[in-house]
């Protein structure tokens, strides 16, 4: 469930790297009362990190905090759809509150957009939403191996 | 094929494998980078050099404008404030030790393409898009008509159009052709209540004029549907938004084609666009004030002028939309004119590159040809080793900020991928800032403002929206 999203034909190289970054996955201490466990997915290298993120921050914060890859050109501040993130599992995704008609009208502009797209900067960390797992897409994913060329937008 | 087993690479996965074995192999050397263009494209290549290279990378990154940061500065609207925010990253990489700024330096002019080559492993063109698409179209030379990219450089104080000779006291119908951003950016400055733009960092000359605009009517027209208009959502709303103004749009010009259908079903930002725009036709019951018109389905045939060679009017003929062999649609004349009274008439069709000597340009695309940031030889297929491109002219002046971290993503790694193959600068090859100095030419350096260090340092890196 968690590859949503994907092309067929992206699906086996991307459980290979997934299989081989378990290896160097990061996991931080074990989540208190006050915080909850998100694992970032990076679609651009493969890595997959876990993190504890406090009740109330949202997750363009928690990434720039555990120097996870995730930008944020315009700060948090809706004007842009750099912090893309896709959250993998639909119930979970189904629980966060809608996204606005700004945030709408930003993601409108993301690479990759799927049914469970949002901008990290607009997700807050809540207690149900505890083990959650987002992907970040990335258009540039292994370019310097195979020649990986992005399909236009 | 994607991850080569065997390789224990740590979390930066492949690139990073391309990296160690190039840094070991140069032995700790440098890779002289030098950047064309301080504009998103720039600086966002930068960013990748430093992020990938480590300790080994060098870039210089130049400028025609002593300031940097391009069109976040000369084209992002000044009622878009934090769109601008982008600012603080490039500022915190023109901070960074490995990087240096030359300003006012205009490549061709104060320094031929050829020459740098010389000084530098590879350079990379990132200097966008300063110029545009013409109408093309009689009248074009007359009083009053400018491209909305002058328009634009005039309201954000572009030092190269900030004389522009317009006096809105005299204008009451500014007719913009174009269905973009840009075009709705122009309208949007040209109808909002001034005090709402007095809080900006829009230029004081501009500012004065909108105090005292006579602007009434704006009319923006595009030669296709509603439906493939290329504004965004965002940027629609805050037009429907403007206190004070009616938006009016002829209900016979909403009405789609099967093939729109088609294309809505397969793009949600268009659904949502339209419904945007048939939902404000309902709701509009503002009958004072300020108009915006919106004309879709009309191309421009001609201007018109008075006595004195200013613009009063356009002609317009009415199109339909047919559907061409590769399935898109596109707009074929009726025979059907229109005139529409007009005092300024802005184009806004497009932005395009200029071709800098030294370097091949296509000129039907209006790029600098490349493959993947590698650009190729003049008439040929092959790579010129060394050259590259980011941004605007490599891809063409399409896209928002973030499409350029992509982009420079691609074109840093094709210079990585190159690296151990590109010539290194002569050993007693002077740097840029000896060259500079020989040719007198009045670089700008460290154009970063040690009272905005400070500021930024104090400021949140996320601030809650």
Known sequence: MWLYG??????QPLLSLRHAFNYFSTTSSPSADDSIQVTFFDEKDGSETTVAVPLGENLLEA?????????????????CSTCHVIVQDPDLYAKLPEPDDDENDMLDLAYGLTETSRLGCQVLATKELDGMKVRIPSATRNFAVDGYVPKPH | MLFRSGRKLGDTATLGALLCSFVTKRSESTLKVCVVGSGPAGFYTTAQILK?????????????????????????????????????????????SRVSYFGNVTVGTDVQLSRLRRLYHAVVLAYGAESNIQLKVPGEDLHGVYS???????????????????????????????????ALDCARVLLQPPP?????????????????????????????????????????????????????????????TETDEVEMKASRAKRRIFDIMKSSLDASSNTSGRQLHLHFL???????????????????????????????????????????????VLGS???????????????????????????????????????????????????????????AQETVAAILQDAQSLSAPADDAPSLQQVLQESGVQAVSGAYDSSLVHNLQQKDRCPQP
């Open chain 1, 6 to 11: 994907l092309t067929v034909d992206m699906l």
């Open chain 1, 63 to 79: 990434a720039h905090n555990n120097e996870i890859d995730l930008e944020g050109a315009c700060e948090g501040s809706l004007a």
């Open chain 2, 52 to 96: 990938q290279l480590g300790s080994t990378a060098r870039v210089d990154i130049l400028d025609r404008l002593p300031t940097p940061f391009g069109l976040v500065r000369s084209g992002v609207a000044p009622d878009h404030p934090d769109t601008k925010n982008v600012i603080n990253q490039y500022t915190q990489i023109g901070l960074d």
């Open chain 2, 148 to 182: 909305a990219r002058q328009f634009v450089w005039w309201y954000n104080a572009h030092p190269d159009h900030r004389n522009l000779p317009i006096d809105l006291s005299k204008i009451r119908r500014v007719a913009i052709f174009g269905m973009g951003n840009v």
């Open chain 2, 196 to 256: 709402r733009l007095g809080t900006t960092d829009i230029a004081e000359h501009a500012l004065r004029q909108l105090r005292d605009s006579a602007v009434e009517r704006v009319d923006i027209i595009g030669r296709r549907g509603p439906v493939q208009a290329s504004f965004t959502a965002k940027e629609l709303r805050e037009l429907l938004k403007l206190e004070g103004v009616r938006v009016v749009v002829d209900p016979d010009q909403l009405r789609v």
């Open chain 2, 298 to 344: 009309r191309t421009l045939k001609g201007i018109q002028g008075d006595e004195q060679g200013a613009v009063s009017s356009l002609q317009l003929e009415r199109n339909e939309l047919r559907t061409a062999a590769d399935g898109s649609q596109r707009p074929a004349g009726t025979g059907e004119m229109e005139h529409l009274p007009a005092d300024l």
């Open chain 2, 349 to 407: 069709i497009g932005y395009r590159c200029n071709p800098l000597e030294g370097a091949p340009f296509d000129e039907r695309r209006g790029i600098i040809p490349n493959r993947g940031g590698r650009v190729l030889q003049a008439g040929s297929s092959e790579p010129d080793p060394g050259l590259y491109v980011a941004g605007w002219v490599k891809r063409g002046p399409t896209g928002i900020i973030g499409t350029n971290l992509t982009d």
